[in-house]
T-cell receptor, first 110, second 117 residues
Framework: SQQGEEDPQALSIQEGENATMNCSYK?????LQWYRQNSGRGLVHLIL?????REKHSGRLRVTLDTSKKSSSLLITASRAADTASYFCATAGTASKLTFGTGTRLQVTL | GAVVSQHPSWVICKSGTSVKIECRSL??????MFWYRQFPKQSLMLMAT?????????EQGVEKDKFLINHASLTLSTLTVTSAHPEDSSFYICSTDAAGRNYNEQFFGPGTRLTVL
């Protein structure tokens, strides 16, 4: 399978803390994307980082990419209860289709 | 971002019946749509890529005669699960990459939960 691996599978933190999720993949990529999924819903695109980029920020989100290690991380700072969701990384090669990671279930408690 | 809708949002059917799921792009022309299947607490698995006006491209292990895809217009793609069985129960999600906008970013529909009794 070409599917990427994410860790941790589940993460529980308190509001205000930072949450870090990691993603590893197997093949060369054009870009890597992070998506969020609330329970029973579709996915929402969070951020895209290209293969020639090493770090990217968007609001409280920070994404890093290490193509030599075939890995990426997503950091959510100052987490809120509303950040509770599943987070997936997805890699894109030269074709338009995406390959999703196994996901991290984040629980943010008050 | 682009808006994608799916209908129905959930469906329960008897084993052996066929179920059609619609995926619509509401504010742009979608030449390519993707169909995924997601089992509980698992990731999305791409089933097929749907191209407007041509045959869909199925991923390895996905039966094209069981999962019929039609993409007859730039705003509508349909997935028909034929002769559904309980093992087909899953969450089906469509998406499009809204080609010409943000490269490779995909916009997802809200999903359809299929339960086969």
């Amino acid at each position: 399978s070409q599917q990427g691996e994410e860790d941790p599978q589940a993460l529980s933190i308190q509001e205000g803390e930072n949450a870090t999720m990691n993603c590893s993949y197997k093949t060369s990529i054009n870009n890597l994307q992070w998506y969020r999924q609330n329970s029973g819903r579709g996915l929402v695109h969070l951020i895209l980082i290209r293969s020639n980029e090493r770090e990217k920020h968007s609001g409280r989100l920070r994404v890093t990419l290490d193509t030599s290690k075939k890995s990426s991380s997503l950091l959510i700072t100052a987490s809120r209860a509303a950040d509770t969701a599943s987070y997936f990384c997805a890699t894109a090669g030269t074709a338009s289709k995406l390959t999703f990671g196994t996901g991290t279930r984040l629980q943010v408690t008050l | 971002g682009a808006v994608v809708s799916q209908h129905p949002s959930w469906v329960i059917c008897k084993s052996g019946t066929s179920v059609k799921i619609e995926c619509r792009s509401l504010d742009f022309q979608a030449t390519t749509m993707f169909w995924y299947r997601q089992f509980p607490k698992q990731s999305l698995m791409l089933m097929a890529t749907s191209n407007e006006g041509s045959k869909a491209t199925y991923e390895q292990g996905v039966e094209k005669d069981k999962f019929l895809i039609n993409h007859a217009s730039l705003t509508l793609s349909t997935l028909t699960v034929t002769s559904a069985h309980p093992e087909d129960s899953s969450f089906y999600i469509c998406s499009t990459d809204a080609a010409g906008r943000n490269y490779n970013e995909q916009f997802f529909g809200p999903g359809t939960r299929l339960t086969v009794l």
